[in-house]
């Protein structure tokens, strides 16, 4: 074994440069069966974040069936999912680059179903005796927009040989999963209406279809204002299956001849919130087993449900991040991650337990040594509550920290924020890591995986409990000689980066920040923000413009003056979710009263980075950003960032 040298926390020489996590990852999406033949998207930085949906068989290792110029993604409720579809020989996808949806037969060129016009598609399934796929429909257009004051959404039939398109449900403001029964002649759906988010309260809805294709007799099975009902599926033998929280978990259930039954009553979510479009956290391997994903406190596992008993007899699996389920005739086939290995297309034999890689996201080639491994905590935080969340110690094969120095805390407010963080192989986080910062990946109170009433902590709370949780866990590790007191930095993006905005204005705590398309001005995102989330700030924050004194004090734009430490800004001109003068205006505020500040701005992104040459970039400023406030080198040297009032 050898020695390592010591060195200064932040100065460690790493071998996952932000070159190799901005062009050797990809971001792995839906999967899908279509006989033996294993189908799942790939978001690539190197190919301009495009999408490519790839295909596998045992008689051939996975190729890309749709790659640029095309990009198999949605942009319904802008987080998208749900982006292609199998079924009556073809391929159905939405393009990116053009919103259209199109077909694809095998061993042909994609031909576009829909018109150019400003629609998007997801979610669908194909209607094979109707010769027609029914799908999401978000109307753009500006009649759509001129009567409705906002996009409107349908569920819709498109015949695949003429295009044209009949509405089947509509008068909601969402809509997701329409899924047909396995004999066609019925019809479920999830929809729910403005303030509610998905994972606040939906109904599931069950219709007979015609003989003339239409919907009839609709039926709400489940759900309301204070349930939230999710991934409805029929099996094999046409009983509808859902996920409902009415327990305040996400447990499921099965709906037959008018009654419910829970089939599995426990304290574990078996679903998570429908952000995006396509969710699959269970699927039936026969009409008496259910595989199925169960989560407890932020980690996950693989298992199978006897529908008849309640038993669940979990799989021994290397993965605590779990995803995107699919039955096929080889096997169970789902996204998983691990502390120790990257996120990967999985399949599994349920019968052995046994599994194999299809494809990874990345190439593992690191020293196990090197990498720094989550460790779950709690924590108290303010009102006699407990926070959780994961830290990770620093840790390079080649490098220790000096024996009288402690690392530098990184802090992490992920986004959503009705979202979660796992202990799952993360180069984002072992770049920090092995240069020689300590991170604490926070769930704070409003994050799912810990039940409905940790989840609703959050409600009238953003800004405050969130917060709370980031600070405690700082000095929670403070208080346990882990981390240098002095050098505490807080970093989030999109609603992380609203946490991380409010920390360094309204409390004196950390020292530095870096702000990912954060929010600043939350009066600002209730006026102009896209439809999916327009009322969301009503439970998060209060009914707008009834509670306005709220959102100004809780906006940092507001209280620039009890702003006194160093933030770097990260923003994409083309984000339609956080708007690019939120970050401009925060920006300009903190460069008026004297404050270090600095900021980069990159064309043609969103909300999210997904290009090679950004990605690398903003880890790299952010790096050489913390080495000036701090007084450290990184190495190696990167690329200077302009900082507006550094000493």
Known sequence: MHSRRTAGYGTW????????????????????WDGDELYWCESRPSEEGKTALVKWSVSQSPSDVIRSPYSVRSRVHEYGGGAFWLGHGAIYFSNDVDRRLYRCVRGSDPQALTAPLAMRYADGVVDSARGRVLCVREDHT?????????PVNTIVAIDIESGAQRVLVQGDDFYAAPRLSPDGQRLAWISWCHPNMPWDGTELWVAEVGEDGLCHHPRR??????????QPTWSPDGTLTFLSDRTGWWNLYQWRDGE??????MEAEFGRPQWVLGLATYAYLSPERIVCVFTQQARDQLGVLEVGTGELHAFDLPYTSIGQVVVGPLGVAFRGAGPARPSAIVLLDPASGTFQVLRQAFALELEEDTLSFGIPISFPTSDGETAHGFFYRPRNSAYQGPPDERPPLLVISHGGPTGATTDALTLGIQYWTSRGFAVLDVNYRGSSGYGRAYRER??????V????????????????????PSRLIIRGGSAGGYTTLCA???RRVFHAGASYYGVSDLEALARDTHKFESRYLDGLIGPYPERRDLYLARSPIYHVDQLSCPVIFFQGLED?????????????????????VACLLFEGEQHGFRQEEHIKRSLEAELYFYGRIFGFAPAPPTEAVPIDNLP
């Open 260 to 265: 419910t039954q829970c089939l599995k009553e």
């Open 576 to 596: 339609r979710v956080v708007p690019p003068s939120q970050t401009e205006r925060m920006v300009n505020a903190l460069r008026e009263k004297g404050v270090p």
């Open 142 to 150: 500006e009649q759509a927009l001129a009567d409705h004051g906002e």
């Open 458 to 463: 959050l409600r009238g709370c953003w800004g």
């Open 504 to 506: 360094l204005t309204f």
């Open 13 to 32: 020489t790493s071998p996952i440069t932000a070159d190799w996590v901005a062009s050797h990852v990809v971001r792995l999406g839906s999967l899908a």
């Open 221 to 230: 099975v489940a759900g309301g204002e204070t349930e939230s009902i999710s």
């Open 465 to 484: 409990v969130d917060v709370d949780d980031c600070v405690y866990g700082a000095r929670a590790l403070i208080e346990r000689g882990e981390v240098d």
